[in-house]
């Protein structure tokens, strides 16, 4: 022990008398390596999405986020997935994430919607309409705010709820994978 005390204590103080210089760059961002293998595996995950396989998509969009955390369409993908999936508690927390994230306006209507979607599909009518009210102030035009913004007027509960094909209102999404 008294050994590895003096030798450390002698490290200690050769280093204190050789000008050591370490340089050192922040990585302020992703290697471009994993940028691209991020972006190859949301490609991967739009393609199982297209497909229908959510189940496939979301372990692609996982990989994608693996790479680089900061992969938008990786984060709102995956959150449509997990959605398409039936996990619409994942999914509404997703894509809360990935709101704050929008890279532009338009996206930011296509998330509002989303969640809206997503919360009609957990019986949140009065929160899914706050969401939808939002994508429809920024883009009235919006498929999804079209068809589902006025959700009075499906009436609420269980019967209202039926008058909801899943399919359809995620194939409305898919139609912005491209």
Known sequence: MLNLVILVLSLFAF??????EIKTEPQTHRPPGLIVASEKAVENGKKHLRKGNCGKA??????????????FEALYWLGVAEGMCGYYSDAYNRLTIALRYTPDRTWEARVNASIGLILIFMEKDDEAKIYFDRAKRIDPKNELVIQYSEIETRGKGKKGREKINKEESFGLILKWLD
């Open 15 to 20: 280093s204190c008398t050789q000008k050591i």
């Open 58 to 71: 979301i372990q692609e969009f996982n990989k994608a986020l693996a790479k680089n955390p900061n992969n």
